[in-house]
């Protein structure tokens, strides 16, 4: 073999493996940005190289044990507890996310998985179930099955993961049971930071679930009205129909005003 085709092989490998490592450190910073937790496949970084490439760069990154494999083409940026030391099992939510961004499936949570992750259950669960436009398919993940169930979506409209959990939540418990504890306990679940995200991102919900989501985002520590689902009829169940002050008549806001003013010393 001539010198100059011998130069010309260890040439293409030497920009084989700077290119390899380029996608590499783009890939992880990536990564790193999404946070821990974040679940992912190679089709989350098909605008950074071809298919070989991410495979191969992927599996040097759970080797150095930088990412997990969580199921066969899910990786997961893993958190770890502080406490115990070690590392915390998959976010179901972003695994589940992870496969609908791979096979191009549009999903959603059910009722009764929406309820557990926003700590609205107490219930242990053992599946995870997500309604997709996508075929019926099923993955354990740890001690957790992760189910699909193949429906027909309507469009959701809504963009932030959030939003989509917050949304299920309220209308799986259904408008009777929006109690003062069910806001509270939802708004301290969502970050202070999304308040505002959250309530745009779901402006075309339905009536009672956008007036629910105004109270859970208007935080009486700012200056908001404070949630008016406190009040109830004369059966003593709570009012379904939730709404801010400036919804109400003009008769009843002077008389709410007044109710809700400080006491003086």
């Known amino acids: 073999m001539q010198l100059q085709e011998i130069s010309g092989i260890y040439s293409c490998r030497w920009w084989a493996n700077l290119m390899d490592q380029t996608f590499e450190n783009k890939a992880i910073s990536r990564i790193r940005g999404y946070g821990g937790g974040w679940a992912f496949s190679s089709r989350d970084f098909l605008d950074l190289g071809v298919r070989p490439t991410i495979d191969s760069a992927l599996h040097r990154l759970e080797g150095r044990g930088e990412i997990r494999r969580v199921?066969?083409?899910?990786?997961?940026?893993?958190?770890?507890?502080?406490?115990?030391?070690?590392?915390?099992?998959?976010?179901?939510d972003q695994v589940a996310r992870a496969l609908g961004r791979?096979?191009?499936w549009r999903i959603q949570p059910s009722g009764a998985t929406a309820l557990n992750f926003l700590g609205l259950s107490t219930q242990v669960p053992a599946r995870a179930v997500y309604l997709s436009d996508g075929p019926d398919?099923?993955?354990q993940i740890g001690n957790t099955a992760l189910v699909f169930e193949h429906t027909a979506l309507?469009?959701?409209?809504?963009k932030l993961k959030e939003s989509g959990l917050i949304v299920?939540?309220?209308?799986?418990?259904?408008?009777?049971?929006?109690?003062?504890?069910?806001i509270s306990k939802i708004r301290t679940w969502l970050p202070k930071s999304l308040d505002a995200k959250v309530?745009?991102?779901?402006?075309?919900?339905?009536?009672?679930?956008?007036?629910?989501?105004?109270?859970?985002?208007?935080?009486?520590s700012r200056g908001y009205p404070f949630p008016i689902a406190a009040r109830s009829n004369h059966s003593g169940r709570p009012l379904?129909?939730?709404?801010?002050?400036?919804?109400?008549?003009?008769r009843r806001k002077s008389s709410?005003?007044?109710?809700r003013k400080p006491h003086g010393p």
Do not use: H, M, N
């Open 168 to 182: 299920q939540a309220l209308k799986s418990l259904g408008p009777e049971q929006i109690t003062p504890e069910i």
């Open 199 to 220: 309530l745009a991102d779901t402006k075309t919900a339905t009536g009672w679930v956008y007036s629910a989501i105004q109270q859970i985002t208007q935080k009486d």
């Open 137 to 139: 398919r099923a993955y």
């Open 71 to 92: 199921i066969r083409g899910i990786y997961d940026y893993p958190r770890t507890s502080k406490l115990l030391e070690q590392r915390i099992s998959p976010d179901i």
């Open 102 to 104: 791979k096979f191009r």
């Open 256 to 259: 709410l005003t007044a109710f």
């Open 240 to 250: 379904t129909c939730l709404t801010s002050v400036a919804d109400l008549p003009e």
């Open 154 to 158: 309507k469009e959701s409209g809504v």
